[in-house]
């Protein structure tokens, strides 16, 4: 492979782009098997990807995608790795107070959908390696944004990006761990960064906070239990009750278990604009939600990641936030979805739940309406 610059300069190249690209972090790690990729067929086995069976793709041979990276892209030899800091300077989860109000993760609430963010920046990287070498032989590079069958964050961890928390997040010891990651698979071998050592230690808060008790020990998540699927990807009825009331006031996404950790305490703030919340969407009312159009859902969340728990999953979430709101005066909104036959049924069903969650709460001889 030849190229219009030394080979040895070529890791430093890469990092100076993404830094002209807006990454607060660039590092890069081998494309081989790495430990954390053998626990992912247990980890799917057992049932823990909950629906999700994107994550169970395979290969001719029947063998996980995920689980190793040759079995999609046998040609890659180096996998540069790219972080962008989202976090924005706004209270956290664990800080809202007022009853009749939801939370809609961080990295959702921004002005552009996180993934066009990151890989226009990631492709301005990936245009700068390509001017930098030329063949023979061509060049081969691939970019993902959360969209390939790639666990990122155990390259980001060889890349030396950040460790892998107790809660699955990366974290980054000087930026914490609001981070988007971004990845280039690249037929070059490059010389790889150090892995980033885990500097969790003893701290368990992510895992004692945990509503639903997702985490069920350290580095291990069970989807099914987790907030953020139950918002997100879980479609229809969410029939454990539990599981509900454990959801809280959350229509879309979690950040409890990052709002605790003690490396974002003193996170910095994002620069880009582009991250800065939409009108209403730091801590959205309830009832707004709850009774939200389709053409105002689109209109609302037109290029946004809020977009892929549908406006009936998105509806279903508040009125369960409405349930564990302790708030009496939703009730005779309740009482009004739960009778309408003309909408989704996890939507009716939820709001019948729902009310009868807030009487119970509330008093029971409050009459329904």
């Known amino acids: 492979m030849a190229a219009s610059v030394p080979v040895h300069e070529i890791e430093a190249l890469i990092k100076q782009a993404a830094a002209d690209a807006g990454f607060e972090l660039a590092g890069i790690a081998p494309a081989g098997v790495h430990r954390e990729l053998e626990y992912f067929p247990a980890w799917i086995a057992a049932g823990?990807?909950?629906?999700m069976k994107y994550l169970e793709a395979r290969d001719e041979q029947g063998e996980l995608k995920r689980a190793a990276l040759a079995r999609v892209a046998p040609w890659a030899k180096s996998v540069i790795v790219c972080a962008l800091?989202?976090?924005?300077d706004h209270p956290y989860s664990t800080e809202m107070q007022d009853p009749s109000r939801g939370w809609i993760a961080r990295y959702a609430w921004s002005r552009e959908d996180y993934h066009d963010a990151v890989l226009r920046r990631l492709e301005q990287v990936e245009d700068a390696l390509h001017k930098a070498v030329s063949g023979p032989p061509t060049l081969t590079t691939r970019s993902y944004v959360d969209t390939g069958p790639i666990v990122e964050r155990v390259f980001a961890k060889y890349a030396g990006v950040g460790w892998i928390g107790k809660n699955t997040c990366i974290i980054n010891q000087k930026i914490g761990s609001w981070l988007f990651l971004g990845v280039?698979?690249?037929?070059l071998e490059l010389q790889p960064d150090m892995p980033a050592p885990d500097r969790c230690g003893t701290c368990t808060r992510c895992i004692a906070v945990c509503p639903t008790n997702a985490i069920l020990e350290p580095y291990h998540l069970d989807s099914n239990r987790c907030i953020s699927y139950l918002t997100i990807e879980k479609r229809g009825t969410i029939p454990d009750e539990d599981l509900r009331r454990g959801m809280?006031?959350?229509?879309?996404?979690?950040?409890i278990c990052q709002d605790v950790c003690p490396w974002n305490r003193k996170a910095p703030s994002s620069p880009a604009a582009e991250f800065e919340p939409r009108p209403g969407l730091v801590n959205p009312a309830l009832d707004w939600i709850a009774e939200m159009s389709e053409e105002e859902f689109r209109e609302t969340f037109r290029r946004s990641p809020i977009r892929r728990a549908k406006r009936a999953g998105l509806r279903r979430n508040a009125v369960i936030a409405m349930g564990n709101s302790g708030n009496p005066e939703f009730l005779p909104l309740l009482d009004r979805l739960a009778q309408d036959r003309?909408?989704?049924?996890s939507v009716s069903g939820a709001a019948r739940w729902a009310a009868n969650e807030l009487r119970s709460r509330c008093g029971a001889d409050m009459p329904q309406r």
């Open 48 to 51: 823990h990807a909950g629906e």
């Open 342 to 345: 003309d909408e989704d049924e």
């Open 184 to 187: 280039i698979l690249t037929s």
């Open 85 to 88: 800091n989202y976090g924005t």
């Open 248 to 255: 809280g006031r959350h229509v879309f996404g979690c950040d």
